[in-house]
């Protein structure tokens, strides 16, 4: 059973920073992109970030030069560091796996994800 675990959200202050966690079990983590997502109330799904198993990446435009993802598969972990945080960046963050192993480039579209976490309040405060 695949599972993965987010943790790191919480509440900030505009310009401040932040680093989310995604801990992934029941696959080998190294071979899958993973992604993160973003939910806002009364918005859609929305891609922040992604980073394939050999560790390209790409960014949702909103979030290009403030936000940085990175893996350690050591830890079968994910991580989002935020930075210059904003008040539109409140929101509920997931991670997602990919479905399909060593894909070069990671997608940006939430169908390709086939695991999801429990999803990570973050609050950014003006």
């Known amino acids: 059973q695949v599972q993965l675990v987010e943790s790191g959200g919480g509440l900030v202050q505009a310009g401040g920073s932040l680093r989310l966690s995604c801990t992934v079990s029941g696959r080998t983590f190294s071979a899958y992109a993973m992604g993160w997502f973003r939910q806002a109330p009364g918005k859609e799904r929305e891609f922040v970030a992604a980073?394939?198993?050999?560790?390209?990446?790409v960014y949702g435009d909103s979030v290009k030069g403030r936000f940085t993802v990175s893996r350690d598969n050591a830890k079968d972990t994910v991580y989002l560091q935020m930075n210059s945080l904003k008040p539109e960046d409140t929101a509920v963050y997931y991670c997602a796996a990919e479905g399909r192993p060593y894909s070069n480039y990671p997608r940006t579209g939430p169908l390709a994800y086939d695991y999801w976490g429990q999803g990570t309040q973050v609050t950014v405060s003006s």
């Open positions: 980073i394939s198993w050999n560790t390209n990446t």
